[in-house]
């Protein structure tokens, strides 16, 4: 053993690779991304790693590399998992050999995510074992012991974290490289009666799942991850707090300003460790829960007290004693019990209410495309070619949902991974008068739009697609992808060509180009939208975070007539006021040139080095 | 003793190098760390923070209202945001350069952050104003604005960690061609 300094998901990755991990997979999402990462960095040599194209295959490759007895880990967040849960499903009654752990990063709040849902539900309805870190620490050490009771019990299990836990650091205690685990896979041996579903075999495998459940549930009653602490505390005698994962920490961390009450500390959520939770229900009076995203503890432990008839009150989200979406924070988790135990909370703050009511008005600072980011320069070539025509513009997932800001305003819709494709369709059908635009990065396009295109021209809808490649990941920090030519495993294979695939759909327009040529840009789409049937667009220009540039341009106050143009049109973050001027943030601008393309005056140019 | 720390400012200010510096010269000295900090879409212009604790006994590397022994403000408007996080007879150290949000260049407004820096003075007795962009200028470069602040954190005493520190963690963790600017930057801090 010895400490290092780890960031939870690198300390999930190095709990996997200490379990043995024979093959990892995932698609990347925040905040699950550096889990994979992190394995591919200090991977074992016989260990593979992949980012597959979307979490449905990944799961996929896991469950065969599971099959033949690999001890698999496969990543995600909390939405990559509804797309993989086709598999899943039926991976559920079919099992598998070597241990295999779905790790999913859920996002209460939520921070980087389209939904606050829960992956502890989400165990629940799969019926598949779900363990739950609290700390950087627990999510080393859970994930090791995720991979024995996966494979003790032939099933997949969830290693579910949340933002705090895998964004979070700390110095923890790690295994040195002689205590790793070692897992040489036996291979797949054939036998249709274990691996081929069929309704037969899904009804057997029901009722021995049933079963597991409840021997499991008496197993986590003694768990170490699962505690009840300050058993005998006599400040609160009657009252009890139930709490998991993250949330234990801002429980712990407020006992230590309130004193100490009966805490039930949850890590498996699923199954619940029912006799651990009676024991703790025991006596008390009054309860409440804390935690994050859905009201599982809460609901698990109303219905313990119910079957055993226990006189206790159970506090909540369906109390609304918890506030029931959002974060909750260390200062939101501190008013809870204070109420609920009914003392004062400690006042420590350098301002006084009053102070803080006196507060100047804050800059309001939601996320921006960039400076220089290519997208901008796509959004307004749109924009303009399509002035005053009657346009539908949807997005989808990525930095590019961004393009909804002020002033480029222009995501009129967005829902999930690819599914802007399908909403143009459908508007289409309806508003056939409506031009529609279909919005999609390099990476969502092979993840999830490939059948939304085919769909559109089997079915004959008119609709314009505007693929964005900027040759990478970018939104959650620049992973490769099968238009990159680069693997996880380090090897430079063929990049797979966007344009190709979309000619060989079928369609007749397929155009690249350099969305930074803004006249030429605003030709291509004019030409586009004027014909019937499905275009595509391909803007193609590197994301500016990966090519790093020195350029940076400037505006000659003699020629600029302060009209503002540039700062009313394309909003980039690089052009500021200054003593009413507008100005060139040098620290921020990459000479991109598109606000040079607007002035009216051509007042902006050069090209400074710095 | 433990020390609880934030630092705040715009995405892609540095905020996460000062972070790390910070953390890793406690962990140089033993000090056990925890921290949290802004990951994600919030990096693309929006508000940033990093949490940091040193020293046994904390659980959640989350920092309570109130419980800062010292906030290190990237920004002027952003050091306001979490003020509140600052413990009575804490000490803030900020950078008076503001960065404009584009919103607000889209109103057309002035914010230079001068209203901002007025109300940390009006209600915290220990403050240290740095003029980055003068102090950069006069260095002859733009990226030395972490290390003002944390030269002027390790004078104010509030940080728990020494000048020694602070120079054994930039030859560990930055490229020796940035070391001779950094450690300028610093010796320039401790007489501000
Ligand atoms: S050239 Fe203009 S649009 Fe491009 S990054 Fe610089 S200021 Fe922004
Ligand atoms: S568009 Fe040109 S003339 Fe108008 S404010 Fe910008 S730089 Fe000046």
């Known amino acids: ?610 | 003793m433990s020390k609880n720390i934030i630092l705040c400012g715009v995405g892609g200010q540095g905020t996460i190098l000062a972070s790390k510096l910070i953390s890793g010269a406690a962990m140089n000295k033993g000090m056990a760390v925890k921290s949290a900090e802004t990951i994600g879409m919030a990096q693309r212009g929006g508000s940033v923070f990093s949490h940091l604790r040193l020293g046994e006994g904390a659980d959640c590397p989350m920092i309570a209202s109130g419980c800062a022994d010292i906030i290190i403000g990237f920004e002027p408007g952003e050091t306001v945001r979490l003020l509140p996080y600052l413990k009575k007879e804490g000490q803030v150290i900020v950078s008076t350069r503001p960065v404009m949000p584009v919103t607000a260049a889209l109103a057309g407004s002035d914010y230079n952050g001068s209203e901002m820096l007025d109300y940390i003075r009006k209600k915290v007795k220990r403050v240290i104003a740095i003029d980055t962009e003068r102090v950069c200028r006069e260095l002859g470069s733009t990226k030395i604005v972490n290390l003002l602040l944390l030269g002027a954190a390790v004078k104010s005493g509030a940080l728990g960690l020494d000048e020694e520190d602070i120079r054994k963690v930039i030859l560990d963790r930055i490229p020796p061609k940035f070391h001779e600017l950094n450690f300028k930057a610093l010796e320039y801090a401790k007489n501000i």
């Open chain 1, 1 to 610: 053993m010895h400490q290092e300094f780890l960031m939870g998901n690198e300390a999930i990755a190095m709990g996997a690779i200490a379990a043995g991990v024979n093959l990892v997979a995932g698609y990347p999402g925040t905040p699950s991304t550096e889990v994979l990462e992190t394995v591919a960095k200090h991977r074992p040599q016989d260990t593979y790693v992949e980012w597959s194209i979307n979490e449905k295959t990944a799961m996929e490759v896991g469950a065969g590399a599971a099959y033949a007895g690999a001890r698999v880990m496969v990543t995600m967040k909390q939405v990559g998992l509804n797309v993989a849960t086709d598999p899943l499903m039926s991976l559920e009654y079919i099992g598998v050999k070597g241990g295999m752990v779905v790790l999913v990063a859920d996002d209460p709040g939520p921070i980087s995510s389209q939904t606050e849902q829960d992956t502890r539900h989400f165990s629940r309805f799969s019926k598949l074992p779900c363990f739950d870190p609290s700390t950087v620490q627990e999510a080393y050490d859970m994930i090791q012991d995720a991979f024995e009771y996966s494979e003790k019990y032939k099933t997949p299990v969830f290693l579910r974290s949340t933002t705090r836990v895998s964004h979070g650091y700390a110095s923890i205690q790690v295994k040195d490289e002689a205590e790793y685990n070692k897992n040489l896979p036996e291979g797949f041996i054939k036998d249709t009666k274990r691996w081929v579903i069929f309704p037969r075999l899904s009804y057997q495998a029901h009722i021995n799942i049933e079963a597991r459940n409840v021997a499991l549930s008496q197993e986590f009653s003694s768990y170490d991850k699962n505690r009840i602490l300050y058993a005998d505390s006599n400040r609160f005698p009657k009252k009890g707090i139930a709490t998991g994962g993250f949330n234990y920490t801002y429980v712990s961390e407020a006992l230590k300003a309130l004193g100490e009450v009966k805490l039930l500390k949850v890590s498996t959520p699923h199954p619940f460790p029912e006799a651990l939770a009676l024991s703790f229900l025991t006596g008390l009076d009054e309860v409440i829960c804390i935690e994050e995203l859905d009201p599982v503890i809460e609901r698990e432990l109303i219905y313990i007290a119910g079957k055993y008839q226990l006189p206790v009150k159970i506090y909540g989200k369906l109390t609304m004693d918890v506030k029931n979406s959002g974060e909750n924070t260390l200062d939101s988790v501190m008013e809870n019990l204070t109420k609920f135990l009914g003392v004062n909370p400690p006042e420590t703050s350098a301002l006084t209410e009053a102070d803080k009511a006196e507060m100047p008005e804050l800059p309001v600072r939601p996320p921006v495309l960039c400076a220089g980011c290519p997208h901008r320069a796509s959004f307004y070539a749109v924009k303009q070619a399509m002035k005053g025509k009657k346009t539908l513009f949807a997005g989808d997932i990525g930095c590019y949902t961004m393009g909804n800001a002020m002033p480029l305003d222009m995501v009129d819709t967005c829902l999930c991974m690819g599914a802007g494709l399908g909403i143009a369709q459908g508007i289409d059908h309806i508003e056939p008068d409506t031009s529609c635009f279909a919005f999609v990065g390099d990476s969502t396009f092979f993840a999830a739009a490939i059948p939304g295109v085919i769909n559109a021209v089997y079915n004959q809808a008119n609709m314009t697609l505007v693929v964005l490649d900027n040759s990478t990941t970018a939104m959650t920090g620049h992973q490769p992808h099968p238009g990159t030519g680069q693997t996880m495993m380090g090897d430079v294979v063929n990049k797979i060509s966007i344009e190709k695939i979309l000619k060989g759909i079928g369609l007749a327009f397929v155009e690249t180009v350099n969305p930074l040529d803004h006249n030429k840009s605003v030709e291509t789409v004019k030409r586009a939208a004027a014909l019937p049937g499905v275009k595509a667009i391909i803007f193609k220009s590197p994301c500016i975070a990966i090519v790093k540039s020195d350029k940076c341009l400037s505006v000659d106050h003699d020629k600029c007539i302060n009209c503002r143009k540039c700062i009313r049109e394309i909003g980039c973050p690089a052009l500021v006021l200054r003593d009413e001027r507008v100005v060139i943030d040098d620290s921020l601008c990459t000479g991109c040139g598109l606000c040079s393309q607007i002035c009216p005056v051509q007042a902006i140019g050069g090209e400074q080095h710095e």
